[in-house]
């Protein structure tokens, strides 16, 4: 999908494109940023910014050096630079007479269905408001259990979330190469992408900042999740002013097309969950009989590995240990290893209680080609 055709676009900011390298903030460009969202706008688009540089703008604000944070340091700083962050966005956009909203996100937010509808919803009314969400990580109450980690994979499901059509990953970089380009100058800008696996054994995804905590490893990661999803993404460079003209008029970028057409959402939210709380290793049977449509039976599997509860996403593995599916599990981990291969009519008289007969519904279940 082309970007002008986009009905609901996700554009994530990095924190290198908001503070230059002698950490100062980057005014002008943020205001050339809202000229472009504004002519979006103008376009009837729904815009969604997923936006860092709360820690960035945090240390600067306390004259202290980033590097040096821990988690609990780093997190009253993101508390500090949350109010910078948006105080900017505010003064910035209200002169291209945009409204600006704060969202804050946890992981737990996007994996737990409820939560995440309740998000859907959120964002559907600030498009009605005409208001302009801004995202980020909650950084100030989330611990690295239940951290994103990047914005990069925050963005993607935000856009998975909100049903968006395109994803736009602004970057200090033009996009994905075949090699690291700051090392090799003979590397070569890929412009288009079908099948991401194709490419990942050939190219070098390494790269930090001092402000940025992704690289392109953590992008390739959310391109995973929309390819799975029926979203278009994009890598651009966002160092130049007005990034978003620079996309729709010079293409000087690497698109990433979706594998698949749009999932209904149950299941692209399965599909895209970051974070399975186990797996399940199924024998030849039961693989077969996924791949016919059927449901997930306890006869079919072999071994389950991690804790989870009823309801927990989880992966389905076959034999050789190669994720064939992904799924909502019925039963908590200690119950299948209970009853794993065995038939369905012994479950009751196993577990002591009646339940499902399936370990994971085929409605539950999306497989990975």
């Not at 992008?219 to 995973?224: F, G, N, R, T």
């Not at 079919?300 to 389905?316: Q, R």
């Not at 012994?346 to 497989?367: A, N, P, Q, T, W």
């Amino acid at each position: 999908m082309l970007l002008k055709d986009s009905k609901i676009t996700v554009i994530k900011i990095g924190s290198s494109l908001l503070v230059d390298d002698n950490k100062k903030i980057r005014k002008k460009w943020l205001s050339s940023f809202a000229e472009d969202i504004q002519k979006l706008k103008s376009k009837n688009q729904k815009i969604i910014i997923v936006s860092s540089g709360a820690i960035a703008l945090g240390c600067i604000k306390m004259n202290i050096n980033k590097k040096n944070l821990k988690l609990d340091k780093s997190q009253a700083i993101a508390s500090i630079g949350q109010i910078e962050l948006m105080n900017l966005f505010s003064q910035t956009f209200e002169k291209h007479q945009l409204n600006i909203s704060q969202i804050l996100l946890t992981l737990e937010d996007t994996e737990e269905r409820r939560r995440s509808l309740n998000a859907k919803r959120t964002f559907e009314n600030l498009f009605d408001l005409n208001f302009i969400p801004v995202v980020n990580e909650n950084d100030t109450i989330a611990t690295s259990e239940i951290k994103y980690g990047d914005n990069d994979r925050l963005a993607s499901r935000v856009a998975q979330i909100t049903n968006a059509d395109t994803l736009i990953l602004l970057s200090d970089v033009n996009g994905l190469y075949n090699k690291n380009p700051k090392i090799h100058k003979d590397a070569k800008l890929i412009k288009k992408i079908n099948d991401l696996n194709k490419y990942l054994k050939k190219i070098d995804i390494k790269g930090v900042n001092e402000y940025g905590s992704g690289g392109m490893h953590t992008k390739i990661e959310a391109a995973k999740i929309c390819q799975l999803s029926g979203c278009s993404m994009v890598i651009a460079n966002g160092l130049h002013l007005n990034p978003i003209t620079e996309i729709i008029k010079k293409n000087n970028c690497t698109w990433f097309l979706p594998k698949v057409s749009k999932l209904d959402a149950r299941k692209k939210w399965i599909i895209s969950s970051i974070s399975p709380k186990g797996e399940l290793i199924i024998d030849d049977g039961a693989k077969k009989a996924l791949k016919n449509g059927k449901s997930l039976l306890a006869a079919g599997i072999k071994k389950v590995s991690g804790k989870f509860k009823k309801g927990d996403h989880i992966k389905i593995l076959d034999k050789k240990n190669k994720e064939f599916a992904r799924g909502l599990s019925s039963f908590s981990s200690e119950e299948i290893n209970k009853i794993l291969g065995q038939h369905s009519k012994d479950i009751e008289r196993i577990l002591g209680y009646i339940s499902k007969s399936e370990v994971v519904h085929k409605d539950d279940m999306v497989k990975i080609k």
